[in-house]
């Protein structure tokens, strides 16, 4: 059997980059921490986002059928912080440029990808949200790489 605490420790060993995930939804701005994210297809462009399905913005990205994801950079950690909190106001004090769809992209991210949404299946206590790539910016700069409970930095 396994464990909660073995389990994590686990997945803890496969070191990811930090996205922010967010949505607009009836004026109303909702964003998470996400570490659950990859590319799905080429043709078409379809990029997936698994959220826990008891958060708000679960509920907000379901609803608004679109979101957008922000792969933060290197010196955007405190950002990754306060998207990961449950405070309600997690957008204030932050830079943020509205996308094609309406929904709030984080300003000095390394990329940024906006997304109608394509489909849902069940994960678990999670959704996976399968996006279709409808805009893409990227940017230069290092990645804020998330492994083992802590932010790393990739040296060259």
């Known amino acids: 059997m396994i464990d909660d605490a073995g389990f994590k420790l686990a997945m803890s060993q496969f070191a990811s980059g930090v996205t922010?995930?967010?949505?607009e939804l009836e004026g109303k701005q909702y964003g998470l921490t996400v570490a659950s994210f990859a590319s799905l297809s080429l043709h078409p462009p379809l990029v997936m986002v698994c959220i826990?399905?008891?958060?708000?913005?679960?509920?907000?990205?379901?609803?608004a059928r679109k979101f957008g994801v922000s792969i933060l950079a290197q010196s955007q950690a405190e950002f990754s912080n306060r998207f990961a909190s449950r405070s309600d106001d997690k957008f204030t004090g932050i830079a943020?440029?509205?996308?094609e769809l309406g929904v709030p992209l984080i300003e000095g991210a390394i990329c940024t990808i906006e997304c109608k949404l394509n489909g849902e299946l069940p994960g678990g206590d999670h959704t996976i949200f399968v996006g279709e790539v409808v805009d893409i910016q990227t940017a230069e700069g290092e990645p804020l790489?998330?492994?083992?409970?802590?932010?790393?930095?990739?040296?060259?």
Request: aromatic fraction near 10%; proline fraction near 0%; charge should be positive.
């Open 20 to 23: 922010v995930v967010t949505t």
């Open 52 to 63: 826990e399905k008891s958060v708000k913005s679960h509920d907000a990205i379901a609803t």
């Open 96 to 99: 943020v440029r509205s996308g």
């Open 145 to 156: 790489v998330y492994f083992r409970s802590g932010y790393r930095q990739i040296v060259s």
